[in-house]
């Protein structure tokens, strides 16, 4: 049937118009903004400072402001509430992933610069000075992944540990990648595993349905971004979370494989050394809680990686009341006064903030060996937040509830 006139005109304006768009688009990428705006928008913001545990010096980190294009744009993943570099195989920018660009260490009291060699073109991590403030480990990340360096802090030589890819992926302000051990040479970290071969593909034709099971009961139904929503999702979430812990000799670069592969949360050794509280997520996974949330199991182990105690195995946590908090063990942490001695709290509500009762929450200690049960130091009226030890007339606790 022959088109009207009318119709005719119509498609060649629309084919016009799509003409017009695509030269539009290439008439105007991006454009930088007037001098003095770029001026006063580039401006550096004041340096961090990192002071040695002896005061003998100190470390101003410099931060990058505003991250380039290239690296907003750089590909990533989107898994149970975290989003991953594809890259780095670290944190997708965001405030647990702070980027800086340069360090300048100074000697105290008299103010001596004290020049570092960095890598070029950096892209720092947080640094973590030895207890003896005689060295600082730092990262860098790169196209090929992150890289783990020592820097000395008397003479400003800096070194890359070969072979190291530390895996970037944490989960909250407590959850670091490097740590340093008591004997100023030996690091705790989290590598990216050496065996763990490609990245999985999506398979062409789906093996099944993506299936969420209820678990019979009510509860809140907050809603959360970036939050897995297929079988696919899950074996990328275990492909860039899952890390291998390994010892690295600061002094030799020798790296020692400690325990099983797996997605660590959190790794704290005890003031004596000689142990280590060890948290880590497993599966079932779900579709509607970040990985927070996820199943995890809490142990101690000695310095092996042999398991000596274990403080929790907690479930999928999707019965939370709003304004609630998980049941079991939560808040954990050593008592820095002791040689290993555990320190948490656990709700006394069910974690239900409705509930009306005497005192909300308990803390409790265990102390090594872990063959005794635990100790219930005290009760709190309030929600417990936090716990700090100080020393005033003896020994004296500080607790944060509300």
Not at 50 to 64: G, H, K, N, T
Not at 74 to 101: K, V, Y
Not at 134 to 160: M, Q, V
Request: charged share 20%.
């Amino acid at each position: 049937m022959p088109r009207s006139p009318a119709l005719r005109h119509l498609s060649g304006a629309c084919l016009l118009l799509a003409f017009a768009s695509a030269a539009f688009a290439d008439d105007f990428p991006y454009h930088a903004a007037p001098a003095e705006v770029r001026e006063q928008l580039n401006a550096l913001p004041p340096p961090q400072a990192s002071v040695s545990p002896q005061s003998d010096a100190v470390l101003f980190i410099q931060e990058l402001r505003y991250p380039p294009i290239a690296e907003i744009a750089q590909p990533m993943q989107r898994l149970a509430g975290i989003r991953i570099d594809e890259l780095t195989n670290g944190l997708h920018l965001g405030p647990l992933s702070p980027s800086f660009i340069s360090y300048a260490l100074k000697r105290l009291p008299d103010g001596r610069d004290v020049p570092l060699q960095l890598p070029p073109h950096a892209r720092l991590g947080a640094p973590g000075w030895s207890p003896d403030g005689s060295k600082i480990a730092f990262t860098n990340s790169t196209s090929r992944g992150i890289e783990l360096w020592i820097a000395d802090a008397a003479s400003g030589r800096t070194r890359r540990i070969a072979g190291v890819r530390i895996n970037g992926v944490t989960f909250g302000p407590e959850d670091h990648a490097v740590a340093w051990l008591g004997d100023n040479r030996t690091l705790l970290v989290r590598t990216v595993p050496s065996n763990r071969g490609p990245r999985p593909e999506a398979p062409k034709i789906p093996t099944g349905p993506a299936v969420q099971e209820s678990l019979g009961n009510s509860g809140p139904a907050p809603t959360y971004e970036d939050l897995l929503a297929s079988p696919q999702d899950e074996a990328l979430f275990d492909y860039y979370a899952t890390s291998q812990l390994a010892y690295v000799d600061a002094a030799t670069n020798a790296v020692t494989v400690l325990g099983e592969p797996r997605i660590y949360t959190l790794i704290d050794p005890s003031p004596d050394q000689r142990h280590l509280l060890v948290r880590w997520l497993h599966r079932p996974y779900s579709y509607q809680l970040p990985a927070v949330d996820f199943p995890e199991i809490v142990e101690i182990w000695d310095r092996r990686g042999q398991p000596e105690y274990r403080l929790a195995d907690l479930p999928l946590a999707g019965q939370v009341p709003l304004a609630g908090v998980r049941t079991g063990p939560r808040g954990y942490g050593w008592n820095p006064a002791h040689p290993a001695t555990l320190v948490w709290a656990e709700a006394l509500d069910g974690g239900n903030p409705k509930l009306q009762i005497a005192h909300r929450d308990r803390l409790l200690t265990a102390a090594a060996p872990f063959l005794a049960p635990p100790l219930e130091v005290f009760k709190v009226e309030n929600r417990f937040r936090g716990w700090s030890f100080c020393r005033m007339a003896g020994r004296s606790w500080r607790i944060t509830s509300g």
